[in-house]
Nanobody, 122 residues
Framework: QIQLVESGGGLGQPGGSLRLSCAAS????????MKWFRQAPGKEREFVAT????????YYPDSVKSRFTISRDDAKNTVYLQMNSLRPEDTAVYYC???????????????WGQGTQVTVSS
């Protein structure tokens, strides 16, 4: 009932920057949190960043802390991931995740986007 569409992926250079967007659409009643995950080939899915909608609090793992920044635009139901100082190890499919309620389902439910490829190479 909620669709998450990622965009902004592509080819980045080491030391360069990319900004990912995730737009949520549907009969949204309330968004509780949105997160970014990534998964490289042959690797487990890895948590990247989270933002709590109520107070915009954020959290990052050490692997991306000080390089990546998550932010939101409440009016657009959109979350962003600004990626700076890119490294080849950042290469992965990046997935958007949301916990939200809808008009059809008032319980807190989980949603995933289909992912966007980020490749960091010179």
């Amino acid at each position: 009932q909620i669709q998450l569409v990622e965009s902004g992926g592509g080819l980045g250079q080491p030391g360069g920057s990319l900004r990912l967007s995730c737009a949520a659409s549907g009969r949204i009643v309330n968004i509780y949190t949105m997160k970014w995950f990534r998964q490289a080939p042959g690797k487990e899915r890895e948590f990247v960043a989270t933002i709590t909608w109520s107070d915009s609090s954020t959290y990052y793992p050490d692997s991306v802390k000080s390089r990546f920044t998550i932010s939101r635009d409440d009016a657009k139901n959109t979350v962003y991931l600004q990626m700076n100082s890119l490294r080849p190890e950042d290469t992965a499919v990046y997935y958007c995740y949301a916990e939200a309620s809808t008009a059809a389902n008032m319980y807190r439910a989980q949603y995933w986007g289909q992912g966007t490829q980020v490749t960091v190479s010179s």
